[in-house]
């Protein structure tokens, strides 16, 4: 069975800082390209960064300098380190792996609330 497991998700200040990871079993993670989207409810789920299995990564104009995103293959698991959170950020973040098929994880809440 193919699972992505999300952690690190919760409720930061304005400014503050969050690291999301996601480990992957069922599947040679090495060859997968890697990456998070986030979902507003009532909105379209929208790219936040990718990394492919040679480790060139992409990010979403809004997030770009802010947001990180990283791989560690021996692990299995696919990180997005956030730094200087704002309240827009505030959506349900998802995994998603794409080689032969696409995977999703199940959805991590991340609140930038004061």
């Known amino acids: 069975q193919v699972q992505l497991v999300e952690s690190g998700g919760g409720l930061v200040q304005p400014g503050g800082s969050l690291r999301l990871s996601c480990a992957a079993s069922?599947?040679?993670?090495?060859?997968?390209?890697m990456g998070w989207y986030r979902q507003v409810s009532g909105k379209q789920r929208e790219l936040v960064a990718i990394?492919?299995?040679?480790?060139?990564?992409n990010y979403e104009a809004s997030v770009k300098g802010r947001f990180t995103i990283y791989r560690d293959n021996a692990r299995n698991t696919v990180y997005l380190q956030m730094n200087s959170l704002k309240p827009e950020d505030t959506a349900v973040y998802y995994c998603?792996?794409?080689?032969?098929?696409?995977?999703w994880g199940q959805g991590i809440q991340v609140t930038v609330s004061s």
């Open positions: 069922g599947i040679i993670f090495s060859r997968y390209a």
């Open positions: 998603k792996a794409r080689f032969t098929n696409i995977y």
């Open positions: 990394i492919n299995n040679s480790g060139s990564t």
